[in-house]
Each structure stands twice: as structure tokens, then as C-alpha cells.
């Protein structure tokens, strides 16, 4: 076996791009709020808007190790998968493991609540608003402003969350998960001999998914 064949890819190249983005959009969107730059701020927050619209289409049609139905079934196998890390006799998973899949959840919930009600916020003396925010009553638009603040306080918890269970697998347990984020192989030698899922990126697909966001943002920048 090459040394290149054995290396079996985990994660495509747009999940790993989106995510990255995404690290950095975070802070970006929190700082540009934080020192009143609204119009960053509603344009960082479209770009965001469309990497979740992506990420979650790309849920739905993208790559295996993307798909949320293999990942809901992995939650059948949560309590075993505890149970043998509490052990340290886990093993690697090909994709996120049942932990992982409600980590995920949860980040994609928490990211989608704070795009979804940013489109619709307004500040207390109207001057500041979201590009739909035309579409809500002032009280309802001071309403999801209010959301938005007390969900980005979630986001940043389970970003931290997230950060320490990452350091713990990598230091704790020893399974490098950040390299294969950034590189998106991990060793063939880490899984179960037998056959994998077909986890091959289909171009078609991905033009799709991205063509939507694309077409998402534009709309709504050209609403705001
Ligand atoms: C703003 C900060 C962050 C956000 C919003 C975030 C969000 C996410 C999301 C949504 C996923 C799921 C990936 C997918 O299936 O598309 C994920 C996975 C992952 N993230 Fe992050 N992340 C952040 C920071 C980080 C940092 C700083 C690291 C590494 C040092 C990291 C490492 C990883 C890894 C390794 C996975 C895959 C976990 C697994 O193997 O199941 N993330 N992250
Ligand atoms: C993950 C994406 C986003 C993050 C992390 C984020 C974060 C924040 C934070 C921290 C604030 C300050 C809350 C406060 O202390 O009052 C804020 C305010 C605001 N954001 Fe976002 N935001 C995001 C997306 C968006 C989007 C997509 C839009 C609209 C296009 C938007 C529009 C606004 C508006 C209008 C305010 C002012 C609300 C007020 O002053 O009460 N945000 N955002």
C-alpha cells in the first residue's frame, strides 16, 4: 500500500474550509458588534448566514462524513461509545463520533438561531437593524435583538466546550482530531479493517448547495 492510499480522507475540503471560516467569522462578528462597525458586522454575518445555509444543505446532499442521517443513527451509539471511552478503549470514528454528532448539533443550532434572529434585530433607538428587520414590528425586532445577544453568550459556551473536549482528545486520549480538520485524512491503520462509506465529494452537489447560498446572500443584501 502507498503511503498516499493509506491515508483515507475524513473530512472534504469544504468542511474544512467553512469551518475554518467560520473560526474566524466568530470573533470577527463579535468585535465588530462589541465596537458598533454594524455595517462589518452585517456583512461578516451574511457571509456566515451563508456558510450555515451551506453547511446545513451540504447536511442533506453533501459527503458522508457531512450527512446528518448517518450522524442521527450514530446516536444510537452513544451510551457504548461512553462507556468504552471511559475505558480509553474508544477507538477512532470514521466521521464524528456519537459525542461529537451532539456537539455538532448544538454548534449548527446555536449558529443558525444567531444568523436567523440577526436578520430580524434592530438596536433600541432603530438606527441599527438587520436587512429583514423591515418585515417585523419594532418590539418583535428589540425581541430577537435580545435572542441574539443571549444566544451569541450560548454560542461562545459551547465554542469553549468544544475547544476543551478537542484539547482532551488530542492531549488527554491521544487521537490527533485537529490535523484532520486541517489536512481532512486521518490513517487508514486508525479504523476497523472492512469496507468505509463512500465519502467522495460529487462536484454537481457541491455547486448546488453553494449556488444556493450565494444566491441567499445576494438577495438579502440587496433587501438590507
Ligand atoms: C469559533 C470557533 C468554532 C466553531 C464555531 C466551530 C464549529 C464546528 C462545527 C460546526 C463542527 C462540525 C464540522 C462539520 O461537520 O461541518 C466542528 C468540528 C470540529 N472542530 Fe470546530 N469550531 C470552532 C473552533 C475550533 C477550533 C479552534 C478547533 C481546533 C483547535 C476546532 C476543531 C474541530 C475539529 C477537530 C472538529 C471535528 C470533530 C470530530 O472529529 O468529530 N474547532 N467545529
Ligand atoms: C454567527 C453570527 C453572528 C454573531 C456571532 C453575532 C453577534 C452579535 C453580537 C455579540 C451582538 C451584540 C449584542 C448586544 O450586546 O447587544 C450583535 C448585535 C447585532 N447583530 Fe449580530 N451576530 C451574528 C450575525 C448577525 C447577522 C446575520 C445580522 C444581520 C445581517 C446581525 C445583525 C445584528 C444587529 C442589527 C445587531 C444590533 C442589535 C442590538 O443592538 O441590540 N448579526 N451581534
Same mark, same amino acid.
Given at each position: ?7 483515507? !480522507? ?6 474544512? =474550509? ?30 456566515? !448566514? ?9 447536511? =442533506? ?23 468504552k471511552l471511559r475505558k480509553r478503549e474508544q477507538g477512532a470514528t470514521f466521521g464524528h463520533s456519537p459525542l461529537a454528532v451532539l456537539s455538532v448539533f448544538a454548534l449548527l443550532g446555536a449558529l443558525t438561531t444567531q444568523v436567523a434572529t440577526g436578520l430580524f434585530s434592530v438596536d433600541v433607538d432603530g ?16 425581541? =430577537? ?57 460529487? !462536484? ?7 449556488? =444556493? ?6 438577495? !438579502?443584501?440587496?433587501?438590507?
Amino acid at each position: 500500500m502507498t503511503a498516499d492510499s493509506s491515508r483515507i !480522507l475524513v473530512w472534504d475540503w469544504s468542511v474544512r =474550509l467553512v469551518h475554518w471560516l467560520m473560526v474566524v467569522l466568530v470573533p470577527l462578528l463579535w468585535w465588530t458588534a462589541e465596537e458598533g462597525y454594524m455595517d462589518w458586522h452585517r456583512g461578516f454575518g451574511l457571509t456566515m !448566514l451563508g456558510l450555515v445555509l451551506f453547511r446545513l444543505t451540504w447536511g =442533506l446532499i453533501g459527503t458522508w462524513t457531512a450527512r446528518f442521517v448517518p450522524m442521527v443513527r450514530r446516536i444510537g451509539t452513544l451510551t457504548l461509545y461512553v462507556r468504552k471511552l471511559r475505558k480509553r478503549e474508544q477507538g477512532a470514528t470514521f466521521g464524528h463520533s456519537p459525542l461529537a454528532v451532539l456537539s455538532v448539533f448544538a454548534l449548527l443550532g446555536a449558529l443558525t438561531t444567531q444568523v436567523a434572529t440577526g436578520l430580524f434585530s434592530v438596536d433600541v433607538d432603530g438606527l441599527e437593524s438587520g436587512p429583514l428587520a423591515v418585515l417585523v414590528s419594532f418590539e418583535t425586532g428589540r425581541w =430577537l435583538a435580545d435572542i441574539h445577544e443571549f444566544n451569541f453568550n450560548l454560542l461562545a459556551g459551547l465554542i469553549g466546550l468544544h475547544i476543551a473536549a478537542i484539547a482532551a482528545y488530542q492531549f488527554v486520549l491521544k487521537e490527533k482530531l485537529a490535523g484532520a480538520m486541517v489536512t481532512g485524512r486521518r490513517s487508514r491503520t486508525d479504523f476497523d479493517a472492512g469496507k468505509l462509506p463512500d465519502n467522495r465529494l460529487r !462536484l454537481v452537489r457541491f455547486i448546488a448547495a453553494a449556488s =444556493l447560498s450565494v444566491v441567499c446572500i445576494v438577495a !438579502l443584501a440587496s433587501f438590507g
